[in-house]
């Protein structure tokens, strides 16, 4: 039989401290915000509670926001726009996306996604987890472009992100979420 996790207060959301099953409310998740990135929450916890297989999330980009810098890497991922209008590039070309658009990237497909509407862009992401040893940041025009590419290719996300703000834990700010 596998136990409940416990959730616990962060004073930025709740997640969930160890192993097991869990019932989370978005809108009481711990968040995080980066000057520019946006905000995002992503459910799991730390150390023992992050998840091992699958990582999930959800973003929310303000109008010419990435979500990331332009990357690709060895697991698959894919995205669900919930909201919003936005472009994602891949492979260096540009695509307009807009609400219930799906993208599936396959690994090593170099995108990220910019919120190029009026209005904020929300992202569902999921990508599957294969340890990681694998991930590059190529220098991409289209990218640059959008404030969303690195100078020189690296494999260091410490480098690809140097210059940018930290992530800020929060708590879900009222209105980012359609519906909600």
């Known amino acids: 039989m596998i136990d409940e996790a416990k959730l616990v207060d962060t004073g930025a ?3 969930p401290e160890g192993e097991g099953w869990f019932v989370l409310n978005t809108m009481d998740a711990r968040w995080a915000e980066s000057q520019e990135f946006g ?3 992503r459910w799991e916890g730390d ?4 998840f091992k297989e699958l990582g999930i999330n959800i973003n929310v980009l303000l109008p010419g926001q990435p979500a990331c810098m332009y990357h690709g890497e060895d697991a698959q991922e894919d995205f669900l726009i919930l909201a919003g209008e936005g472009t994602l590039i891949v492979e260096s ?3 307009p996306l807009q ?3 799906f993208v599936h990237c396959p690994a090593w497909t170099e995108h990220v996604i910019v919120a190029t509407g009026a209005e904020p862009l929300v992202v569902l992401a999921v990508g599957a987890r294969n340890g990681r040893e694998g ?3 190529p220098r991409d025009e289209v990218a640059l472009k ?3 590419g690195v100078e020189r290719e690296t494999p260091d996300g410490d480098e690809a992100y140097a210059g940018t703000a930290e992530l800020v834990p929060i708590r879900y700010i009222d209105g980012d979420l359609p519906g909600a």
Not at 47 to 50: H, P, T
Request: aromatic share 14%; glycine share 10%; net charge negative.
């Open 146 to 148: 959008h404030g969303a």
């Open 135 to 137: 991930l590059i940041y």
């Open 99 to 101: 609400t219930w658009d």
């Open 13 to 15: 959301g709740l997640v």
């Open 39 to 41: 905000r995002y929450t």
């Open 47 to 50: 150390d023992d509670a992050r």
């Open 93 to 95: 070309e540009e695509r």
